[in-house]
């Protein structure tokens, strides 16, 4: 039988969580502090909490609603598609996250064996939906040496050149795990040989309000194009597990399809979570971008701390609440950099190499408020520069 029995070859061959592998690595370091988890620091608007709260009595609360989500939510989420996003021909279906999303449309748009085409550094659970649902084919493109942005020019060669033609390609704007976003000219690119080659686009905007220095995201749309958004980081809802998908109205057949993934998946997303999106919609986005402002100040803390790395080391950090550093040459082992940080030094960040790119770390400033991140940061710092200076000291 071996060890696994006759477990699903599927699941085996799928990555463990990084965050699990983190977890098992920094157990027994002392006072660590995360920069590591893809959390923000705030909660959810005081003014929709305290509306949800007066729900939990309402019978309608405990009980399925509609698969699709509930439906003022959506109607007010078409508003918002309509007004922020500019997307005036996608529908709405309401997920438990943007990680549930994402299974969704895999399920209904690939079959196993199918190719598909993601660039690196990728966002590592997209990564696993792909491999746990049968998709051995994963195209991994490179990003630009200097900026991280996805290579189209790659991708022109692999969509001409793959036969079968892959059938999605993923993007995150801005990135996770490296915070650049994609210029809306690339973006555009992107879709349009996607468009010609006959290949869904699927666009991850998790963190469409998180955008520094007065650039701007900005969505496509069309009868190829999906885009995923998710209340977790704008809102603070992590723990509420609210996402949506917007897709196209006119593809015949694709509201049906998705509704049987999302029957056998969640049902629906939690009712009194939806509702919490719903009232935190009301507050409206500036209640985000004030807070997102703030943020820019523990980047610039963390962008210091990176700073032994020395020049061109750093990039990312354009959005999203992420920079992505690379480590001298001799360190292309980034687990055990991490764990080294983690128990010498008491600071906790993500390797790169869970997102295809050995040798790098993911440093993570949403989730700390300004105070602990500078402590957090100092102690980065200090791990960084003994690392550049005579290695993994013991």
Same mark, same amino acid.
């Given at each position: ?95 438990? @996250? ?90 555009? +690119? ?17 963190? #469409? ?86 943020? @820019? ?80 940061? #100092?102690?980065?710092? +200090? ?7 005579? @290695?993994?000291?013991?």
């Amino acid at each position: 039988m071996g060890s696994h029995g006759n477990l699903a070859r599927r699941a085996l061959e799928t990555e463990m969580p990084v965050m699990v592998k983190i977890q098992e690595l920094i157990r027994g370091a002392k006072n660590a502090v995360s920069l590591a988890q893809g959390v923000v620091h705030w909660q959810p608007p005081k003014q929709a909490l305290d509306k949800v709260k007066e729900l939990v009595w309402e019978p309608s609360i405990s009980r399925y609603g509609a698969d699709e989500g509930v439906t003022e939510l959506r109607e007010a989420l078409l508003r918002k598609l309509r007004q922020e996003n500019k997307l005036h021909k996608s529908s709405v279906m309401v997920t438990a @996250g943007a990680n549930q999303a994402f299974v969704n449309l895999v399920l209904t748009l690939c079959d196993a064996g199918d190719s598909v085409v993601m660039f690196a550094p990728y966002y590592f659970n997209s990564y696993m939906s792909f491999q746990m649902t049968g998709i051995t084919n994963i195209l991994v493109g490179p990003g630009n040496s200097e900026t991280l942005y996805p290579d189209a020019d790659w991708l022109e060669k692999i969509l001409l050149e793959t036969k079968p033609v892959p059938k999605l390609v993923n993007v995150v704007n801005p990135g996770n795990p490296s915070g650049t976003y994609i210029p809306e000219p690339l973006l555009k +690119r992107i879709s349009d040989l996607c468009k010609d080659a006959g290949s869904w686009l699927v666009v991850d905007n998790t963190y #469409e309000y998180f955008m520094y220095d007065g650039l701007k995201h900005s969505c496509l749309e069309g009868n190829h194009i999906v885009n995923i958004f998710s209340f977790s980081k704008a809102y603070g809802m992590m723990g509420w597990r609210v996402g949506y998908i917007a897709y196209p109205s006119e593809v015949e057949g694709f509201a049906a399809q998705l509704l049987k993934v999302q029957d056998n998946i969640p049902i629906c997303a939690s009712i009194i979570s939806q509702y919490l999106a719903l009232f935190s919609l009301e507050v409206g986005p500036e209640w985000v971008t004030d807070r997102v402002k703030e943020l @820019g100040k523990n980047r610039a803390i963390v962008l210091e701390a990176l700073s032994p790395l020395g020049e061109g080391s750093v990039k990312g950090g354009e959005g999203a609440i992420y920079l992505w550093a690379k480590l001298p040459d001799e360190f292309i082992d980034d687990f055990k950099v991490v764990h080294w940080l983690a128990h010498r030094h008491g600071v906790v960040v993500i390797p790169g190499s869970a997102s295809g790119c050995p040798g790098n770390i993911r440093i993570s400033f949403g989730g700390l408020i300004e105070t602990d991140c500078k402590a957090a940061a #100092e102690k980065l710092k +200090r791990g960084l520069e003994e690392l550049v200076r005579v @290695g993994m000291v013991q």
